[in-house]
């Protein structure tokens, strides 16, 4: 669900009819995902949610590393050098994205009005542009959100 109800979208928007309805509520979850990104944090609807995500966190990890120590020692029982090298790829793969998906959990933060705000803005920078040249994610949602960032390993 939205972190943003579809009818304070549209009090932004200042659309006052249904018809665009169904592409206001695309833009809410475009939005919410560009602030989730722009964050490198998840972002939960509420403290209960923020904290069962930091519990699960540290299992959910340590399940993927036991599942990547299991496909790598089955990479190397494989015979030939290109289907281990593959195998071990995807292994690291799939492993760091479930370290990504860790760290975004226990970094995440609850939904407040500033990122709000940012979401609004967001939306408004979708509605008007359209997909036209210069549309994407506004400086004034970035200026918003910057102290709440997430500084993720390079």
């Given at each position: 669900m939205p972190f943003v109800d579809s009818t304070t979208a549209k009090l932004h928007l200042r659309v006052d009819n249904s018809v665009e309805d169904a592409l206001i509520a695309i833009w809410l979850v475009v939005a919410d995902q560009q602030v989730t990104r722009f964050l490198n944090r998840n972002v939960y609807p509420?403290?209960?949610?923020?904290?069962?995500?930091?519990a699960a966190a540290p299992a959910a990890l340590?399940?993927?590393t036991a599942h990547y120590k299991a496909a790598a020692t089955a990479a190397d029982a494989l015979t030939e050098k290109v289907d281990r090298d593959a195998a071990k790829r995807y292994a690291d793969d799939v492993y760091a994205l479930a370290k990504?998906?860790?760290?975004m959990a226990q970094a995440g933060i609850e939904v407040n009005d500033t990122l709000k705000a940012a979401i609004l803005l967001n939306i408004g920078d979708l509605y008007e542009k359209r997909g036209a040249d210069g549309a994407g994610f506004p400086a004034a949602s970035r200026n918003l959100l910057m102290p709440y960032r997430h500084a993720m390993g390079v």
């Open positions: 509420d403290g209960m949610a923020l904290a069962a995500a930091i340590a399940a993927a990504l998906a860790s760290d």
